[in-house]
């Protein structure tokens, strides 16, 4: 039987809003992103009229699970954290249509789906708790450790504009060389200051790439650097790569997609490796961790389930000797401050964030986050500290509404509106 807080308030409403928001034309291993991308944003209410935030993947998949979930949260304590990661709780199952953008970050299963709309709702009665109690989200973590989290300058191959007309524009421009890529890190160096950078790789033959971190490395002489293809990479480009940028790169991020290629090239390279696609789930963890094919993983709390299970993982790393950092995908500053909150609050966080933030020109909050020199502010106001802009929200919701046909990220589909005839290249692509 599980004990609840009865003291605390419980509660009494949930809400869920699925929104689109405008997304740059970036490139990955599997297309591009398409101009409108889906998020979910959680309010929870609780007694006395306190309402928490939370925010999420907004695919359908996501949605209909939030939809069965929620009603479960109404009548629990706002301060039963415990409860509300184990609502829903059965046996994990891989996802029969796997959604065309997950296989970036991994397999999904029910579990993930599950796990990432539970992280929303832990995080929006977490939010809702430290207003109740006038605290912010990370003393309820067992307080913050530093005043500033780090994020990384992440960088992406990209098109000047998106090949549909009722894309948003963005001021980036294109970046589709070591010149471009160049170009866009010095624009994120203006933008925030950033102190290490991340290129999405896997988009452009290997050599490219290679040469686009090191016109990095000259431009941005001993600053942390990293290269993610999302597994794209064959053993032996991976080998290749590895070889070209040890004592370049701090890490490489996924080179290769499975635990004994990765331990592979960490066995015969040496390279630290990082991982936001073989780790991402509790059951992961041993065999990676028994091969050493990961050396530092990118936790990302929305599909660890919250805020708590992202501490539980920096333990496990800890214990085993393995670094963890933050994975991001395409979020608004509910999700910022999330991470920054957690982020705050672990010990031994010896690398810079992963974070999409600086791409998004929509918001759902009234004041956007900012970085300074690379990092953010650590919030001190009750709960998150980040107030809803119910407007943007309902504009939000509005184009969800408009664009069924955008509402789960297919980035294979909008690099074939682009070029018609495109086929997922599949993994390894090089
Ligand atoms: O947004 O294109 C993207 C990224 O590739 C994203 O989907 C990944 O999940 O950023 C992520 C990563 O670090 O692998
Ligand atoms: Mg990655």
């Known amino acids: 039987e599980i004990r609840t807080d009865t003291t605390l308030p419980t509660i009494t409403e949930v809400r869920l809003t699925p929104i689109l928001i405008a997304?740059?034309?970036?490139?990955?291993?599997?297309?591009?992103?398409?101009?409108?991308?889906?998020?979910?944003?959680?309010?929870?209410?609780?007694?006395?009229?306190?309402?928490?935030l939370g925010e999420t993947y907004g695919d359908t998949v996501y949605f209909e699970r939030a939809k069965a979930l929620a009603p479960e949260l109404v009548g629990q304590s706002v301060g039963a954290v415990n409860?509300?990661?184990?609502?829903?709780?059965?046996?994990?199952?891989?996802?029969?249509?796997?959604?065309?953008?997950?296989?970036?970050?991994?397999?999904?299963?029910?579990?993930?789906?599950?796990?990432?709309?539970?992280?929303?709702?832990?995080?929006?009665?977490?939010?809702?708790?430290g207003q109740q109690l006038g605290v912010p989200v990370h003393a309820l973590l067992g307080g913050k450790v530093r005043d500033h989290v780090e994020y990384s300058g992440y960088l992406f191959y990209k098109w000047a504009e998106h090949p549909v007309e009722d894309a948003l524009g963005d001021d980036w421009g294109a970046a589709l060389?070591?010149?471009?890529?160049?170009?866009?890190?010095?624009?994120?160096?203006?933008?925030?200051?950033?102190?290490?950078?991340?290129?999405?790789?896997?988009?452009?033959?290997?050599?490219?790439?290679?040469?686009?971190?090191?016109?990095?490395?000259?431009?941005?002489?001993?600053?942390?650097?990293?290269?993610?293809p999302n597994g794209g990479w064959t053993l032996r480009t991976a080998l290749h790569v590895a070889q070209e940028l040890t004592g370049v790169v701090e890490y490489l991020e996924d080179?290769?997609?499975?635990?004994?290629?990765?331990?592979?090239?960490?066995?015969?390279?040496?390279?630290?490796?990082?991982?936001?696609?073989?780790?991402?789930?509790?059951?992961?963890?041993?065999?990676?961790?028994?091969?050493?094919?990961?050396?530092?993983?990118?936790?990302?709390?929305?599909?660890?389930?919250?805020?708590?299970?992202?501490?539980?993982?920096?333990?496990?790393?800890?214990?085993?000797?393995?670094?963890?950092?933050?994975?991001?995908?395409?979020?608004l500053g509910i999700s910022l401050a999330a991470m920054?909150?957690?982020a705050a609050t672990v010990p031994d966080l010896e690398y810079a964030c992963d974070s999409h933030y600086p791409w998004q020109r929509e918001e759902v909050i009234t004041t956007?986050?900012?970085?300074?020199?690379?990092?953010?502010?650590?919030s001190d106001a009750p709960g998150l500290?980040?107030?809803?802009?119910?407007?943007?929200?309902?504009?939000?919701?509005?184009?969800?509404?408009?664009?069924?046909?955008?509402?789960?990220?297919?980035?294979?589909?909008?690099?074939?509106r682009a070029k018609p005839g495109f086929e997922d290249p599949g993994i390894p692509k090089y």
């Open 83 to 129: 409860t509300i990661g184990g609502i829903g709780q059965e046996a994990s199952t891989l996802l029969e249509a796997q959604p065309a953008a997950s296989g970036l970050r991994g397999a999904l299963t029910t579990d993930k789906v599950r796990l990432s709309v539970l992280s929303a709702f832990e995080v929006a009665a977490l939010d809702a708790l």
């Open 177 to 228: 060389d070591p010149d471009g890529v160049v170009r866009q890190a010095r624009k994120f160096f203006e933008y925030g200051g950033f102190r290490s950078f991340k290129l999405k790789g896997g988009v452009l033959p290997p050599d490219e790439e290679i040469a686009a971190i090191r016109a990095l490395a000259d431009e941005f002489p001993g600053m942390p650097l990293r290269l993610d």
């Open 340 to 342: 920054t909150h957690v």
């Open 23 to 52: 997304d740059p034309p970036l490139l990955n291993l599997s297309g591009v992103h398409q101009p409108y991308t889906p998020r979910l944003i959680v309010e929870v209410e609780i007694e006395g009229g306190i309402v928490g």
């Open 255 to 331: 080179p290769t997609a499975t635990v004994a290629d990765m331990a592979e090239v960490h066995r015969r390279t040496g390279i630290p490796l990082a991982t936001n696609m073989i780790v991402t789930a509790l059951n992961e963890v041993r065999p990676a961790f028994d091969a050493d094919a990961v050396q530092i993983v990118l936790s990302d709390h929305h599909y660890w389930g919250g805020l708590f299970a992202t501490r539980d993982l920096a333990a496990v790393c800890r214990a085993y000797g393995r670094g963890l950092s933050m994975h991001s995908n395409t979020h």
């Open 385 to 416: 500290g980040v107030t809803l802009d119910r407007d943007a929200v309902a504009r939000l919701h509005e184009r969800w509404n408009a664009m069924p046909e955008l509402r789960d990220r297919d980035d294979i589909a909008a690099m074939r």
């Open 368 to 378: 956007p986050i900012t970085f300074t020199d690379g990092a953010v502010t650590v």
